[in-house]
Each structure stands twice: as structure tokens, then as C-alpha cells.
């Protein structure tokens, strides 16, 4: 069973905007933390932001500013937006949700994520 389902990446020009979105089952959409990975090739696996169930929001400080993580309740979805995008911001995107742990953006807390989407690809070009 399909848990999450993310949508809304593709190719613009340095100072354009992407959203993100993240359909989820239910039972995933009410994790303790759900958030926004990515990870461009080479690289290692990084967070851009997440949110708990009780509403406290983090970025990644490259992110901050530009990008804005959000829920819609009523639709079980998770929503990147994202703006004044840069070429560094280039890489897969992953939607994943932690049942029952806090997921931040620090080094290495995707490793508590139960649930990932399958990405979508966002890349940005100068």
C-alpha cells in the first residue's frame, strides 16, 4: 500500500518557484512528524523542513525564507512551497513521515522516518 505520493517537481530558472505535494494514507498523514528530504547526486541525504503534528516548523537555514512548509487537514497533504529557488537547490525531493518520532532538519534525523514517497526531481538551472 502506497503511503505517500509526492508531485509538483520539475526544471525553472534561478528566482523561479516550485510547490511540492505529498498525498498521504491517513494513517501516515497522522505521524508524529512528517517532513521534506532531498538529496542531490553525491551527496549525502539532507533535511529542508519539517513539521510536527503539533504545528512546530523547521528549515534548514539554507532554506529559510525561500521555502514554506504547510498541511491541509482536510486533504491528508503535505505542501512544499518553494521560491526564489537556486541552482544549489537542485536534487530529488523526498516527502517522509516518522509515526511515532520527531524528525528534524539536522544531520542525519531522516534515518527516524518510517514512510518515504518515491521523490520527485527538481532542478534549477542559472
Known amino acids: 500500500q502506497v503511503q505517500l505520493v509526492e508531485s509538483g517537481g520539475g526544471s525553472v530558472q534561478a528566482g523561479g518557484s516550485l510547490r511540492l505535494s505529498c498525498a498521504a494514507s491517513?494513517?501516515?498523514?497522522?505521524?508524529?512528524?512528517m517532513g521534506w528530504f532531498r538529496q542531490a547526486p553525491g551527496k549525502e541525504r539532507e533535511g529542508v523542513a519539517t513539521i510536527y503534528s503539533d504545528g512546530v516548523i523547521s528549515y534548514a537555514d539554507s532554506v529559510k525564507g525561500r521555502f514554506t512548509i504547510s498541511k491541509d487537514n482536510a486533504k491528508n497533504t503535505l505542501y512544499l512551497q518553494m521560491n526564489s529557488l537556486k541552482p544549489e537547490d537542485t536534487a530529488m525531493y523526498y516527502c517522509?513521515?516518522?509515526?511515532?518520532?520527531?524528525?528534524?532538519?539536522?544531520?542525519?534525523?531522516?534515518?527516524?522516518?518510517?514512510?518515504w514517497g518515491q521523490g520527485t526531481q527538481v532542478t534549477v538551472s542559472s
Open positions: 517522509a513521515a516518522a509515526r511515532g518520532s520527531w524528525m528534524n532538519v539536522s544531520r542525519g534525523s531522516w534515518r527516524r522516518a518510517d514512510f
Open positions: 491517513a494513517y501516515t498523514y497522522n505521524s508524529r512528524s
